[in-house]
């Protein structure tokens, strides 16, 4: 979906959310897509957005009415979870993914994916839960037995990060990307210029735009990580870096 799209029906539902005093919604949203909705002021006070577990990647935008708060709002209304079990195989990401999509669904109907063994668990949009219950019998070649859950029965998968320091002259975009992930000044920057760097999910070519504490940022083919601090000043006058990387 392009930006303009995506601006344009968000403002959309946020503006029947207000007239008509109910909640409204989008469909699942990658991260890039709801970095753009979180950044327009006039929508931040409604939007809530939430994918079935608080740390989920594809999330879902919902704009609230003014009697709702996130903590009152009941989100399962509007999500859907699914338990997937393949007793003589071990379904990954992408074997669950490509039997969803071959049932005909939309990549935006269907929310994150946790694998592990044997055993799947995802979330979609409810108007698709009728086909899965009733058409997903195998993911890849492996019968699978298909339930619908509730959403607090989704484990919460362990994220793997490892925690990373040191120090740079300035909290450039180029010295955080260097640092971050073990490359020299120039290289950074000409991954940077080559907009192999994502910064806050948008691709960003300048090297000297500034990284703040929560900012999170990618390099392709080598990860994603999100600086968590700026510390003091080192004897060399160089600012201290925590960030933390995913694995």
């Not at 029906?9 to 469909?27: G, K, P």
């Not at 009697?67 to 992408?94: I, K, N, Q």
């Not at 999509?101 to 946790?114: K, N």
């Not at 362990?158 to 490359?183: C, K, M, W, Y």
């Amino acid at each position: 979906m392009q930006n303009t799209e995506l601006i344009r029906r968000a403002e959309e539902l946020w503006r029947r959310s207000e007239d008509r005093s109910i909640v409204t919604y989008t469909n699942f949203l990658t991260p890039t897509e709801q970095h753009v909705l979180a950044g327009l002021p006039r929508l931040r006070p409604s939007l809530h957005l939430f994918g079935g577990l608080d740390d989920a990647e594809r999330r879902v935008a919902f704009f609230l009415p003014d009697y709702l708060t996130p903590d009152s709002f009941d989100v399962s209304e509007y999500l859907t979870a699914f338990h997937v079990r393949c007793r003589f195989g071990a379904p990954g990401h992408r074997d669950v993914l490509g039997s969803l999509l071959g049932l005909g669904l939309a990549r935006w109907s269907v929310g994150d994916i946790y694998t592990s063994g044997e055993e799947a668990w995802f979330f979609c949009l409810p108007s698709v839960a009728g086909l899965i219950a009733a058409e997903l019998t195998k993911i890849g070649r492996n019968g699978a037995q298909v339930q619908e859950i509730s959403l607090g029965q989704v484990p919460v998968p362990e994220r793997q990060h490892e925690e990373i320091s040191f120090t740079v002259s300035g909290a450039r975009l180029d010295a955080i990307v260097a640092g971050t992930f073990n490359l020299s000044r120039a290289n950074a920057v000409e991954l940077i210029e080559a907009g192999a760097v994502q910064l806050n999910y948008a691709v960003c070519e300048k090297i000297s735009v500034p990284v703040v504490p929560g900012d999170v940022f990618s390099l392709r083919g080598h990860g994603k990580a999100c600086l968590r601090e700026l510390g003091g000043k080192t004897r060399k006058d160089r600012t201290r870096v925590v960030v933390e990387r995913y694995r």
